[in-house]
């Protein structure tokens, strides 16, 4: 069966590509998981996550703690917008304080953003919770 190409405009057998059409420009690398990974991930999935999650933001009035107080590049004091719950010691640090309310904390997406790289200290974090 012949089909026209939309790439050269000529015909073509099915399932001949042609010289024209453009490679994909990025590769994407299925990362492998480890052992320790796949516990962490299958926990973030976990209906306890899930529960606990919600609990931390009603805790926290679901508004972004660091902009409450009005930490680096605070927009706006009562941001609700973005909302995601951060650990504040990793849990692939210490796996045991992936559901202690003392690691978890309420952030919008670019506080979190900033507290995972390094920009925010964990201690003005933990501080801002108790």
């Not at 972004?64 to 719950?85: D, E, H």
Request: overall charge positive; charged content about 35%; proline content about 2%.
């Amino acid at each position: 069966m012949l089909k026209s190409c939309q790439y050269c405009g000529r015909i073509h057998k099915q399932g001949e590509e042609c010289k024209l059409k453009p490679k994909p420009k990025r590769k994407y690398y299925k990362k492998k998981l480890t052992e320790e990974n796949k516990e962490i991930q299958r926990f973030r999935w976990s209906k306890q996550w899930q529960h606990k999650r919600e609990y931390i933001k009603k805790r926290d009035n679901y508004m972004c703690v660091a902009c409450l107080l009005g930490l680096r590049n605070t927009a706006k004091r009562l941001n609700t917008v973005g909302l995601s719950v951060h650990h504040i010691i990793p849990i692939v640090v210490d796996f045991d304080k992936r559901l202690d309310d003392d690691n978890l904390i309420t952030l919008c997406s670019l506080h979190h953003r900033m507290a995972d790289n390094g920009e925010i200290e964990a201690d003005v974090l933990i501080k801002a919770i108790t």
